[in-house]
């Protein structure tokens, strides 16, 4: 792996659904794709961006329609590869405990964040909208990024002839 990023998902239903943050959004998945990152998720976000993109049709904040084709836009990404390693498990397991947070989920990407930058010829970066998330683990890890706060400011990768 040359590059990487890890999206929050907080981070990938704005690309997929009109709101409040969408064009931050739109431009740092552009920028990554410019730049060669691969994006990197934990196993179970396709789950989640499916469960929120119901929750969505269910609070009226987007029709059917516009959840089926996020859900299409979604599962047509490419560029996505799903992490999941009893390591990763391990980690977030830690992370979980150590940073008391909300939930598993989140504990889950930043551990795949970490395991993917072991693999990666640079630093992958965790981005989330989640600024409760975000407050919780700023101080000691360095690489989890705001949406809208943070400029968007990759240091280019290694030139890999692997990387598709």
Known sequence: MSGCICLDSSVLIKILVSEEGSEAAARLLETAVDYGLEVVLPSFAWVEVGSVLRQKIKNEAISTAEAEEAWEIFQSLRLITYL?????????WKIFAE???????????LAVTEIASKGSKTKCEFWTADKKLFNAVKASKNYVRLLGQDEIDFEKP???????
């Open 158 to 164: 290694l030139k890999s002839t692997t990387h598709t």
């Open 84 to 92: 999941e390693t009893a390591e990763i498990r391990q980690l977030a």
């Open 99 to 109: 940073y008391d947070l909300p939930t598993f989920y989140d504990a889950a990407y």
